[in-house]
């Protein structure tokens, strides 16, 4: 057990639409990593948040956006939702001292 | 990005040790060497990290080369639960923040 929850678990979506999907940290780290997932495939980094702003950011469009709260629970959107964004996103709470990032479970999104 | 090199699959025997290796002729100074592993359905798994001195938790030790050009993730008895897919990664937290850039892995198949 990590203590980071995703939700949903599974999602379908269609192309075109938005997505919202959420993260949250038991151990209440301050740092939130974003990843996808494609089937086969090892984890993409999307983007990064700590202290409530984005701290970096993978090869992904603008219409990848993210949140934190103040109480470190984060929030991924997708809008324009096309094909190629179904996959399994991870979210992972990060310990800036020992540089272990924990993952949640994932939720996995079929677009269609 | 300092890029890793792993074997695509492996082979064990339930009880026997298992050594995985992975090569990054072009590690850098600032560097750290982490090995993460993702079990069926589930989120990756923090492993073990390192940055020059070889490194043992409960789950594993990492050796690494004299030159850091190399380094092998040790499970000293193998069990069924340990079948996951093992990623090496490179990463500079100090320097370039805590993105972890996955690549294919070693998919480590255990047999009773």
């Known amino acids: 057990e990590t203590g980071v929850t995703q939700s949903p678990t599974h999602l379908i979506k269609t192309r075109g639409q938005q997505v919202t999907l959420r993260c949250s940290s038991q151990s209440g780290h301050n740092t939130v990593s974003w990843y996808q997932q494609a089937l086969g495939q090892g984890p993409q980094f999307i983007f990064q948040?700590?202290?409530?702003?984005?701290?970096g950011r993978g090869n992904f469009p603008p219409r990848f956006s993210g949140l934190q709260f103040p109480n470190y629970s984060s929030e991924l959107n997708v809008n324009a939702l096309e094909l190629d964004d179904s996959a399994l996103y991870l979210c992972a709470g990060v310990n800036r001292i020992t540089y272990e990032q924990y993952f949640g479970p994932g939720t996995r999104l079929t677009v269609t | 990005d300092a890029k890793t090199t792993q074997p695509n699959s492996m082979e064990s025997n339930e009880e026997e040790p298992v050594h995985l290796p992975c090569n990054h002729s072009t590690i850098s100074g600032t560097d750290y060497i982490h090995w993460y592993r993702q079990l069926p359905s589930q989120g990756p798994e923090y492993v073990i990290h390192?940055?020059?001195s070889n490194v043992n938790n409960r789950m594993a030790s990492l050796a690494i080369a004299e030159d850091r050009k190399s380094s092998t993730l040790i499970l000293h008895r193998a069990t069924l639960r340990d079948a996951a897919v093992y990623y090496c990664?490179?990463?500079?937290?100090?320097?370039?923040?805590?993105?972890?850039?996955f690549g294919g892995g070693t998919r480590l198949m255990v047999k009773p």
């Open positions: 990664i490179l990463s500079a937290p100090r320097v370039a923040g805590n993105m972890l850039t």
């Open positions: 948040y700590y202290r409530e702003e984005e701290n």
């Open positions: 390192g940055l020059t």
